[in-house]
């Protein structure tokens, strides 16, 4: 699977946008970018994937850069709740089945 | 569905014992993973099952290590002998294999493990 990097951590304020950037230079064209989130003491939790197109679902969007080497997890107000660990993988699909590698992830804290 | 289900949640035990770490997995799904999350190397996948059948146990640490799935709902990883260096957050998941699954992996609570 094809290294991603991410910063160590970020700041947010409570009900404005956060952003979380992901580079992922080396992705081929068959990798999938996965975003999860681990909340302290929980396991990861899914929140969101996409190959090339942008992705939204309840929880987040996902932006995706045309050249696809790298992408943004958008949460549009975030929340207390939000505070987690936030971790973006690219994996491939159609190669069979792929196992998710995890980084160290982004440390986004929440405050009021 | 209840999710992934781990127990225990807590384990404290002394070095040498034997510790068995237990998994059900969510009902239908035919991928099984273990991982191991500490402080200093983050979360470590240490084996997967599909199907039952261990696929890849290069993450497995040592022989101490053991792992099996007797059937599709029910895993367990076993350390034996226990050592203080064990110590962690064992996280248990499991997965659909078709295609690319709307939901990834769905992780249990993880069971924290003491070995003092």
């Known amino acids: 699977d094809a290294k991603t990097t991410q910063p160590p951590s970020m700041d947010c304020a409570e009900g404005r946008a956060a952003n979380l950037p992901c580079n992922h230079s080396t992705i081929s064209g068959n990798e999938y970018v996965y975003w999860y989130r681990q909340i302290h003491s929980q396991g990861p939790q899914y929140i969101i994937h996409g190959l090339k197109n942008n992705e939204t679902n309840e929880m987040a969007s996902l932006i995706i850069t045309e050249d696809r080497k790298s992408s943004t997890l958008i949460l549009p107000h975030a929340t207390l709740r939000d505070t987690a660990v936030y971790y973006c993988?690219?994996?491939?699909?159609?190669?069979?089945?792929?196992?998710?590698?995890f980084g160290t992830g982004t440390r986004l804290l929440v405050s009021p | 569905d209840a999710g992934v289900i781990q127990s225990p949640r807590h384990e404290v035990t002394e070095m040498g014992q034997e510790v068995t770490l237990r998994c059900k997995p969510i009902?239908?799904?035919?991928?099984l993973f273990w991982y191991r999350q500490t402080m200093m190397r983050g979360l470590e996948l240490l084996i997967y099952f599909n199907n039952n059948v261990p696929i890849d146990d290069s993450g497995m640490p040592e022989d101490r290590f053991s792992a099996k799935m007797p059937n599709a709902s029910f895993s367990t990883l076993k350390i034996q002998p226990s050592e203080p260096r064990d110590s962690a957050v064992y996280f248990c998941?499991?997965?659909?294999?078709?295609?690319?699954?709307?939901?990834?992996?769905?992780f249990g609570s993880g069971t924290r493990l003491t070995v003092v």
């Open positions: 998941a499991s997965s659909l294999s078709s295609g690319v699954s709307a939901y990834g992996y769905t």
């Open positions: 993988i690219v994996r491939a699909m159609n190669t069979g089945f792929q196992k998710l590698v």
């Open positions: 009902s239908g799904h035919d991928y």
